[in-house]
């Protein structure tokens, strides 16, 4: 089946700039997360949804990040007046539940360059 | 605060060699490490090692949990050139939902 799918793959914006990024889970999945990967850096987390919901949102840098996932399945992430230090990769990962021993499949990120 | 260090940073090695990866951590509610290999593309999923399972095993690859110490070791036997990517190492707390912390990765180079 298909995996965790994202788009663009690849973003570039003038600094202050809007730009949202889209994420496609894994069908049925009920557990979505995004993440933050700066270049040399393992994974941050950014903000979690249960369905719907936006359960943790305890990592998003600023109130400039928003994330949203209206019907439980597909998620933006939008980022307004971007700025130079917004330049990573922006990972989504899925997770059917969140019962013990599932993992989170990650999709191939969305690489934003702020200029 | 949930902490993940991983060594060495880099490592290069030639064809053949085994490799062993470091993870050391420290999390609160403590419910799973994982393993995850990236190449430049999407986290591949590799290992999950829990208080049920703390030695895992696949091909060439190997992975042990230590509870006590706190610490989880990836080996990788007889490398080959298409094991050259970044390992990356994640603790996930006990609670509902919850998010992966990661290291900062190992970039491993297996030249011919």
């Known amino acids: 089946g298909a995996g965790v799918s994202q788009s663009p793959r690849y973003k570039v914006a003038k600094r202050g700039q809007d730009v949202a990024l889209r994420c496609d889970p894994i069908s049925g999945h009920v557990s979505l997360f995004w993440y933050q990967q700066a270049l040399g850096q393992g994974p941050e987390f950014l903000t979690y949804?249960?369905?719907?919901?936006?359960?943790?949102k305890s990592g998003l840098p600023s109130d400039r990040f928003f994330a949203e996932r209206p019907e439980g399945s597909v998620s933006t992430l939008k980022i307004q007046r971007t700025q130079q230090e917004d330049s990573a990769v922006y990972l989504c990962?899925?997770?059917?539940?969140?019962?013990?021993?599932?993992?989170?499949?990650f999709g191939p990120g969305t690489r934003l360059l702020v200029l | 605060e949930d902490k993940v260090v991983q060594s060495p940073l880099s490592l290069v090695v030639h064809e053949g060699d085994t490799v062993t990866l470091n993870c050391s951590y420290e999390v609160t509610n403590f419910r799973s490490l994982l393993w995850y290999k990236q190449e430049k593309k999407a986290p591949t999923f590799l290992f999950m090692l829990t208080s049920s399972g703390i030695e895992k095993k696949s091909g060439r690859l190997s992975s042990i949990l230590d509870k006590k110490e706190l610490f989880s070791i990836l080996n990788i036997t007889a490398t080959q050139t298409g094991d050259s990517a970044v390992y990356l190492c994640?603790?996930?707390?006990?609670?509902?939902?919850?998010?992966?912390?990661f290291g900062e990765g190992t970039q491993l180079t297996v030249n011919p």
């Open positions: 994640a603790v996930e707390r006990g609670t509902s939902g919850s998010r992966l912390t």
């Open positions: 949804f249960q369905n719907e919901a936006q359960l943790d």
């Open positions: 990962a899925s997770r059917k539940y969140g019962g013990f021993q599932e993992t989170q499949y």
